[in-house]
């Protein structure tokens, strides 16, 4: 059923450049409905657009996020290319793409399209106990949202194939273990130490840290050789420095003093 008019399957507040992306659907485990996939999209364009330097992006209740909502899949019509192709792919992509650093906070079952948003942000701390994976042999589909590219660039080809084949989750400890997510960390914990290392990130040199991820997403999707790497970096750096961050930056190093960084 789509979502009613008075309830939001996102919330997004923005406070000291810090944009807090909640899936709010906790009674579904916020399984990620039509509806949802749109509310997410344009939670993303308003954190852009209303200035925010970084994201964070967790679950509300027992689940960061339990996948599609398959309790409006209609498996004997529906085209699963479609689906992917014109509403879930251009969410991952919007996020992986994001103009600010993005971290994503993950607790109870991050699986499916869960796993491939939370994976699409640049950063992913994961309580203990999550339950991470995309158990899709149990329903005879395809590890989707980019979580194949994801999987095997971080545990590998033979790891990535384990987790298909058995449909086997990891524990979020494990899934630190296994270089799956950046950290695990108790679930007490979570929400906290997400949202101080956002608030960091967004007094910080938020502009260098974009041609950081710029370039990263370079070397992902490209290979480039090292001569086009260095050049790339030297073309970033000469942006750098026309900001005012490089600028106060390197004056406040010489005048031993505090920067005061402002993301341009």
Known sequence: MPESDDHQAVRLTIEEGVAELVLNRP????AM??????????????????????LLVRGEGRAFCSGRDLSEADPLHEDGEAI????INPLMTRMAALAMPTIAAVHGACLGTGLGLALACDVMYAADDARIGSPFA??????????????VSRIGPHRTLELVYTGRLLSGREAAEWGLV????AGADL???????????????TAAFLESKRIVTLIAD???????????????????????????????????????????
Do not use: C, W
């Open 27 to 30: 009674d579904k485990m916020n």
């Open 84 to 87: 992917l192709r014109d509403i």
């Open 182 to 185: 950046n950290r695990s960390v």
């Open 191 to 205: 929400v906290r130490r997400t949202r101080e290392m956002a608030g960091a990130i967004a007094h910080g040199p």
């Open 33 to 54: 409905s039509t509806a949802m996939l749109r509310e997410l999209t344009a939670s993303l364009d308003a954190a852009e657009s209303g200035g925010a330097r970084a």
């Open 138 to 151: 149990r329903i005879g589909a395809v590890l989707d949202s980019g979580a194949h590219v994801a999987l």
């Open 222 to 264: 490209t290979s480039p050789s090292r001569a086009d790497l260095l050049a790339a970096e030297a073309a970033a750096q000469g942006r750098a420095s026309r900001t005012h961050d490089y600028q106060d930056g390197i004056t406040a190093f010489q005048e031993k003093r505090k920067p005061t960084f402002t993301g341009r």
